[in-house]
């Protein structure tokens, strides 16, 4: 926002629409992250348009989810349906239900539309998940396309690059 936008007193017109900056897509992926450890997974599935996806690569570098198998990969259907699992109790992979942590840095823009209600933006991550007197360590890096709409800064699509994404693993459950 420009000094000619501001009214007097420098406060924003009414009408003006909130862009996305990266301090406000630190937030989002700081509130993201908390949803997720605290468990509120139908929250998280509500950051999502509703023509979003959610993909983990198995390979470094891998450019497409269709050319080969891939850890994760979900459209906005199949994440419906993963978080309808993490809530059902009979889940035998939850039980006893992972205790998570998740910590963000490093987030950049990396491209913006134009009129700032699109951007994707990277970040680093690093995720502590301890359950069954088991700790496992995840790292990597994370890219969001956020779009701002009537509902607020959504995911149109998430990507999460894990460092060591061809080792072998045990069931990853608890997403990313």
Known sequence: MTVAEMKPGGTKPASAKVVLGLAECEQFL??????????????WLNLF????????????????PRDTISLMYDDRRLLETRVRRLASPRI??????????????NVTIEEAAPDGKACTVRSKFQLLEYRRETQRIFGGTCYHHLIQGEKGIQIAWKRVDLVNCDAPHEGLVVPF
């Open 49 to 64: 348009t509703a023509d979003a996806w959610y993909w983990v690569p198995s390979q470094p570098n891998q450019e497409n």
């Open 30 to 43: 700081i509130q993201e992250a908390r949803l997720l450890d605290d468990g509120r997974f139908d929250e």
């Open 92 to 105: 035998y992979s939850q039980e006893p239900r992972s205790r998570t942590s998740r910590m963000i840095g």
